[in-house]
Nanobody, 122 residues
Framework: QMHLVESGGGSVQAGGSLRLSCVVS????????MAWFRQFPGKEREMVAW???????TYGGSAKDRFTISKDSAVNTLYLEMRRLKPEDTAMYYC????????????????WGQGIQVTVSS
């Protein structure tokens, strides 16, 4: 069973930065697509960024140019570097994993962390 544990959230003022970490246990993250989602109160989760088994990354519109997703296979950890944070970035952030197939890409997002709160004040 894969376990994902997020850390690094908290409160920051607008314009500040945070780095979220997601430590994965149970499986090698290089065999998975890894992603960050976020959820606003009363809304569905939205994709922030994801990285596939080849290391290629894709960003949602809201994250483009301000957030950077990366992973360190040596420590089986996924990161999200967030810069120039805005109050509208305030949300619960979730780490997720999907099985990666070199022919078919990412399967459904099956594994989820418990989420971590990010609060940006103006």
């Amino acid at each position: 069973q894969m376990h994902l544990v997020e850390s690094g959230g908290g409160s920051v003022q607008a314009g500040g930065s945070l780095r979220l970490s997601c430590v994965v246990s149970g499986y090698n993250i290089d065999n998975y697509c890894m992603a960050w989602f976020r959820q606003f109160p009363g809304k569905e989760r939205e994709m922030v960024a994801w990285i596939n088994g080849f290391g290629g990354s894709t960003y949602g519109g809201s994250a483009k140019d301000r957030f950077t997703i990366s992973k360190d296979s040596a420590v089986n950890t996924l990161y999200l570097e967030m810069r120039r944070l805005k109050p509208e970035d305030t949300a619960m952030y979730y780490c997720a994993a999907a099985i990666f197939n070199i022919w078919e890409g990412c399967a459904a997002w099956t594994y989820w962390g418990q989420g971590i709160q990010v609060t940006v004040s103006s």
